[in-house]
């Protein structure tokens, strides 16, 4: 069974400065999906950025870039220029590509951050 | 287009209710699969349907049930509620064969007294 673990229950940032998450986890599988999403208080889930297990280039959606190291099974979100809006709860996920889990996310305990004014 | 629509928002209940819970996915999007999220247990998948089958499912017990329609709309079930059943309860719609991205509702967070 997959694992993902976020060791970071809590952070805050200043506005318009650049924080990182961390995120690693514990799989056995060659083949897989990680994501960020984000839950602001209105609960829904954003998907923030995606990356595919077999690409080495690290993925980048405007502010949001994470650093993937595969071999060490961590990937952690960046976030240049905080923005209040960024205010959330953040959340790492892994799915799998196989046995007909491809559908199926497991997701890490969240870290609420918080940017402050 | 419209994005997951999950209705209703909010349900109080008493233990040993029944209760559903109604899911419409994004236009086009046959995939459609159900989480629930405690402060103690975190976010972790019921079951996800595809063309009105289920495909996989979680860890929970048989009083959790689904169903798709052929519209893709779903419904989530839960029969004789315990107070630990209280969650929010997010369901999440896909258009890709493969997966990957989820789209995900507002929830129904679900009390039960």
């Known amino acids: 069974a997959q694992t993902v673990t976020q060791s970071q229950p809590e952070m805050s940032v200043q506005e318009a400065e650049t924080v990182t998450l961390s995120c690693t986890y514990d799989?056995?599988?060659?083949?897989?999906?990680l994501f960020w999403y984000k839950q602001p208080p209105s609960r829904q889930m954003i998907l923030v950025i995606r990356?595919?297990?077999?690409?080495?280039q690290n993925a980048t959606e405007n502010r949001f870039s994470v650093n993937f190291q595969k071999a060490a099974k961590s990937f952690s979100l960046k976030i240049s220029d905080s923005q209040l809006g960024d205010t959330a709860m953040y959340f790492c996920?892994?799915?799998?590509?196989?046995?007909?889990?491809?559908?199926?996310?497991?997701f890490g305990k969240g870290t609420l951050l918080t940017v402050n004014p | 287009k419209a994005g997951v629509t999950q209705t209703p928002r909010y349900l109080i209940k008493t233990r040993g209710q029944q209760v559903t819970l109604s899911c419409s996915p994004i236009?086009?999007?046959?995939?459609v699969s159900w989480y629930q999220q405690t402060p103690g247990q975190g976010l972790q998948f019921l079951f996800e349907y595809f063309s009105e089958t289920q495909r996989n499912k979680g860890n929970f017990p048989g009083r959790f049930s689904g169903r798709q329609f052929s519209n893709s709309r779903s419904e989530m079930n839960v029969s004789t509620l315990e107070l630990g059943d209280s969650a929010l309860y997010l369901c999440a719609s896909s258009s890709s064969s493969v997966g990957e991205k989820l789209f995900f509702g507002s929830g129904t967070q679900l009390s039960v007294l």
């Open positions: 996920a892994f799915m799998k590509l196989s046995g007909g889990s491809n559908y199926k996310l497991t």
């Open positions: 990356q595919e297990a077999y690409k080495q």
């Open positions: 236009s086009g999007h046959r995939s």
């Open positions: 799989t056995s599988e060659s083949n897989y999906y």
